[in-house]
């Protein structure tokens, strides 16, 4: 089992920055990729950003040069540091965690942080 803790989101003016944080807890020895993906208002969720055991991230084309993903395995934890943020930015963020296929391959998600890119 795992558990994710996303924290970080409020209201920012558009330009401004946030800095979101997922904390893991439990079996957190057998997550393989973790990532956050974000739901905007009546739409789709989608990815946002993924970022591998080792280091090697991916991001979305909407916010490529704005967000970077990063993950620290000695605090068990995964940031997004979110600039120049859009009001089309708004969105609840999750963050999610997967565990590595030879030791069952399930996906995690947390609850969600609430961003809003308002003035």
């Known amino acids: 089992q795992v558990q994710l803790v996303e924290s970080g989101g409020g209201l920012v003016q558009p330009g401004g920055s946030l800095r979101l944080s997922c904390a893991a807890s439990?079996?957190?020895?057998?997550?393989?990729?973790m990532g956050w993906y974000r739901q905007a208002p009546g739409e789709q969720r989608e990815l946002v950003a993924t970022?591998?055991?080792?280091?090697?991230?991916r991001s979305a084309d909407s916010v490529k040069g704005r967000f970077t993903i990063s993950r620290d395995a000695a605090k068990n934890t995964v940031d997004l540091q979110m600039n120049s943020l859009k009001p089309e930015d708004t969105a609840v963020y999750y963050c999610?965690?997967?565990?590595?296929?030879?030791?069952?391959?399930?996906?995690?998600w947390g609850k969600g942080t609430l961003v809003t890119v308002s003035s």
């Open positions: 999610t965690a997967r565990i590595r296929p030879w030791l069952g391959g399930e996906n995690y």
């Open positions: 970022i591998t055991r080792r280091g090697t991230t």
């Open positions: 439990g079996s957190i020895g057998n997550i393989d990729d």
